[in-house]
T-cell receptor, first 112, second 115 residues
């Protein structure tokens, strides 16, 4: 069965610093991978997705993610974090029938 | 274009009462999903529909939960009777089709508190 692991429950970074959020997946076939962001009291917004092709994917708000098949990873990165990036980030793998399986989420705190 | 629309946004109800959550998917989307988010269990898929037909309801916790999609632009999730452990955020989401590569768009959620 497919699963997603986000090893970090909380991460705190300084504004302007770089960010990397980790995601590891387990899936038997070619994975469809997603990163969503959830601001407090809001729904989930898609940041980026990987289906095939170039393993470095660009998303909205300056985020990017790199798919590494050998490591079963899809880590999210941003070169310079802004205070408005504080939110919870979810990695997900698309399974049969478009059933997304989500990780537990990583809460990002940004300190000024 | 309007996104996925959910109502009510917030509901507080007493244990034993019936709760109905409503969802309007994005126009033209054929697949609709109901997710539940709690602190303990994270985001869980409850049920999903394709072309108004329930495809997989294995995530529905028990018989107190039911979901319907009478037409392409409307779905309901009903809890009867409600219990305090049903308190959660319920998200409706939609996608163009059921293929694994289709992007799923989420509504802003219905925040349910059962007291």
């Amino acid at each position: 069965a497919q699963s997603v692991t986000q090893p970090d429950i909380h991460i705190t970074v300084s504004e302007g610093a770089s960010l990397e959020l980790r995601c590891n997946y387990s899936y038997g076939a070619t994975p469809y991978l997603f990163w969503y962001v959830q601001s407090p009291g809001q729904g989930l917004q898609l940041l980026l997705k990987y289906f095939s092709g170039d393993t470095l994917v660009q998303g909205i708000k300056g985020f990017e993610a790199e798919f590494k098949r050998s490591q079963s990873s899809f880590n999210l990165r941003k070169p310079s974090v802004h205070w408005s990036d504080a939110a919870e980030y979810f990695c997900a793998v698309g399974a049969y029938g478009n059933k997304l399986v989500f990780g537990a989420g990583t809460i990002l705190r940004v300190k000024s | 274009d309007a996104g996925v629309i959910q109502s009510p946004r917030h509901e507080v109800t007493e244990m034993g009462q019936e709760v109905t959550l409503r969802c309007k998917p994005i126009s033209g989307h054929n697949s609709l999903f109901w997710y539940r988010q709690t602190m303990m269990r994270g985001l869980e898929l409850l049920i999903y529909f394709n072309n108004n037909v329930p495809i997989d309801d294995s995530g529905m916790p028990e018989d107190r939960f039911s979901a319907k999609m009478p037409n392409a632009s409307f779905s309901t999730l009903k809890i009867q009777p409600s219990e305090p452990r049903d308190s959660a955020v319920y998200f409706c989401a939609s996608s163009l089709d059921v293929g694994a590569g289709n992007t799923i768009y989420f509504g802003e959620g219905s925040w349910l508190t059962v007291v």
